[in-house]
C-alpha cells in the first residue's frame, strides 16, 4: 500500500495477524522491504503483525533531491509518521544495514514508543564511531563509505556494465541470480540509486546524530564473514545498551543476514519480542 507521511508517498508492506503485536522492518543498502520475505512467514506464525518499509530513497514518491534530506534524523521521522498512520502507539523495530541506523535512532530518541530493537549488521552509531577513529581494521572497513558518497563518481560506477559492480556487493552471499536481480533491478531506474546513495552523503556532511545509548530490551546480530563491519564496533555495542541484551555472532556468514540466515534473524526476532 502507499502511506503519506511528511510530504511524501511511502510504499509499506503489511501482514500477519491484524491484531498481532506490531513489529517494524527497515531494510538496508541497495535492498528494499523485499529482504524480509524469508524472515516474515515465522513471524506470522508466532501472532506478530509485520510492517515492512521502503525507506525514504527507496519508495518511488519519497526521493528528494538534496542530499541532507536523507539525514537519519529525517529517516528516523519518516518512521514515526508511518506508524503514526497506523494508530499504533508503540511497536518494536528491527533493522539491518541503513536500517538498523535508523532503527538504533528510534530506540535510543524514543524509547517510549519503541518497546524492543533487533539490529542486524551495523551496530551501535557511538560504538562505529570510536571504532572508525581508533580501529585501523574498520577504518580500512568503511573506506567504501566514502565512495558512495560522492554521488557523480558512485552512481555511474555501480551501474556501469550492466550494473556490475552493484551486483558484486552481494558477493559471498548465496543469492541466486535472480534474487540479486530482484534488488538490483529497482536501483536502475531513473533516480533510484542515487537517491539511495544520498544516505552516505548526508551521513558524510552531518555524521550519525550523537546518538545515546538505548534503554529498551535489545538484540545485535553480526557477522563474522561481514567485509564491511568488524569485530571491534560489534563487541563494543554491549557498552550501548543499557537494558537487557543478547549479541549473535554468526559463524560463516556475510553482510546480507536476512537473505543468508532467515531462520536465525526470524527465531531472534521472535526471542527478543516475546521477552
Not at 494508530?87 to 518497546?115: C, E
Not at 559492480?165 to 529497482?186: C, Q
Not at 555524521?207 to 564473514?225: C, H, K, N
Amino acid at each position: 500500500m502507499l502511506v503519506p507521511a511528511r510530504g511524501f508517498e511511502f510504499s509499506v508492506f503489511t501482514d500477519g495477524p491484524r491484531d498481532g503485536t506490531p513489529v517494524v522492518l527497515l531494510h538496508g543498502f541497495p535492498q528494499h522491504s523485499g529482504q524480509w520475505n524469508k524472515v516474515t512467514g515465522p513471524l506470522h506464525e508466532a501472532g506478530l503483525r509485520t510492517i515492512a518499509i521502503d525507506q525514504r530513497g527507496y519508495s518511488p514518491g519519497a526521493r528528494p533531491l538534496d542530499p541532507a534530506s536523507y539525514a537519519v534524523t529525517e529517516c528516523v521521522a519518516d518512521v514515526l509518521s508511518i506508524v503514526d498512520t497506523f494508530g499504533l502507539s508503540d511497536f518494536h523495530v528491527v533493522g539491518h544495514d541503513w536500517g538498523a541506523a535508523i532503527a538504533w535512532g528510534l530506540a535510543a530518541n524514543f524509547p517510549s514508543q519503541v518497546r524492543s530493537l533487533v539490529a542486524i549488521s551495523v551496530p551501535h552509531p557511538a560504538a562505529l564511531a570510536k571504532a572508525l577513529r581508533d580501529d585501523p581494521d574498520q577504518q580500512q572497513r568503511s573506506t567504501y563509505m566514502g565512495v558512495f558518497a560522492n554521488l557523480d563518481r558512485s552512481e555511474p560506477m555501480l551501474l556501469a556494465d550492466d550494473a556490475q559492480a552493484l551486483r558484486s556487493l552481494f558477493s559471498g552471499s548465496g543469492m541466486t541470480e535472480s534474487e540479486v536481480d530482484a534488488y538490483v533491478k529497482p536501483m536502475r531506474e531513473p533516480g533510484a540509486l542515487r537517491a539511495a546513495l544520498s544516505w552516505y552523503t548526508a551521513l558524510a556532511q552531518g555524521g550519525l546524530g550523537g546518538i545515546a545509548p538505548v534503554t529498551v530490551p535489545t538484540t545485535y546480530l553480526w557477522s563474522d564473514e561481514d567485509i564491511a563491519l568488524g569485530k571491534t564496533a560489534a563487541e563494543a555495542t554491549r557498552d550501548y545498551v543499557a537494558a537487557g541484551y543478547r549479541f549473535v555472532s554468526l559463524s560463516g556468514i556475510s553482510h546480507w543476514v536476512p537473505d543468508q540466515a532467515p531462520e536465525v534473524v526470524a527465531a531472534e526476532i521472535v526471542a527478543r519480542v516475546g521477552g
